[in-house]
């Protein structure tokens, strides 16, 4: 069975100070590790795609990194309107092909 | 302008009441896909489809149908709705196909409370 932890469940920082979320994962054939972010009450918004063990994705404050076990978001100094549900999810291939997995997700709240 | 719409966008019922929540896309995308997600946890997939005509079980279908007679339309279906479906439901698609894995459009969740 598909399986996607992520850690912390909640993180708490100040403006500027920066941090890693954590996404651990076991699927049968990864064909994609997905990062979303999300606001109270909204749906998710895609931030990363990462395929392949190695890959890196940048974009503003932050960073995606993908090994064969797990993934970091890391964000650098950030501000509070990084402050959100960071989730992660897998999609499987072969005869699961479009069956996705999410984790609980990570709340980070930056303080200004 | 791309999205996915959902209605009703909030819906208060009660037990064994038959309802359907629609869900539209305007992407020309092949995948479509219904989540729920309770307090404090992540989005749980319930059903998604890769094609017309083509829909397969998520991790949990139990009490839920859905149909996708058209590529734009996947409504998801309670035909004997209970308590424990009392839920925030996201509706998603993305241009995945058999041999592509691309991000998830959501909607703007439809929140359903059954009595």
């Known amino acids: 069975e598909d399986q996607v932890t992520q850690s912390p469940e909640a993180l708490r920082l100040q403006e500027g100070e920066s941090s890693s979320l954590n996404c651990s994962y076991t699927v049968s054939g990864l064909r994609g590790l997905f990062w979303y972010r999300q606001d109270p009450g909204k749906g998710p918004e895609f931030l990363f795609t990462?395929?392949?063990a190695g890959e890196e994705k940048e974009k503003e404050r932050l960073k995606a990194t993908l090994t064969k076990k797990e993934s970091f978001l890391h964000i650098t100094a950030p501000k509070p309107e990084d402050s959100a549900t960071y989730l992660c999810?897998?999609?499987?291939?072969?005869?699961?092909?479009?069956?996705?997995?999410f984790g609980d997700g990570t709340t980070l709240t930056v303080k200004p | 302008e791309a999205q996915v719409t959902q209605n009703p966008r909030y819906l208060i019922t009660v037990t064994g009441k038959k309802l359907t929540v629609t869900c539209s896309q305007n992407?020309?995308?092949?995948?479509m896909s219904w989540y729920r997600q309770d307090p404090g946890l992540g989005l749980r997939q319930i059903y998604y489809?890769?094609?017309?005509?083509?829909?397969d079980k998520g991790d949990v279908p139990e009490g839920y149908k859905v149909s996708r007679k058209e590529k734009r339309n996947f409504p998801l279906i309670l035909e004997s709705p209970s308590p424990n479906q009392t839920s925030l439901y996201f509706c998603?698609?993305?241009?995945?196909?058999?041999?592509?894995?691309?991000?998830?459009?959501f909607g703007p969740g439809t929140r359903l409370t059954v009595l």
């Open positions: 489809s890769m094609n017309v005509e083509v829909t």
């Open positions: 992407m020309n995308h092949e995948y």
């Open positions: 998603a698609s993305s241009p995945t196909g058999a041999f592509s894995y691309n991000e998830q459009f």
């Open positions: 999810a897998v999609q499987a291939g072969g005869t699961n092909a479009g069956k996705s997995t």
């Open positions: 990462l395929y392949s």
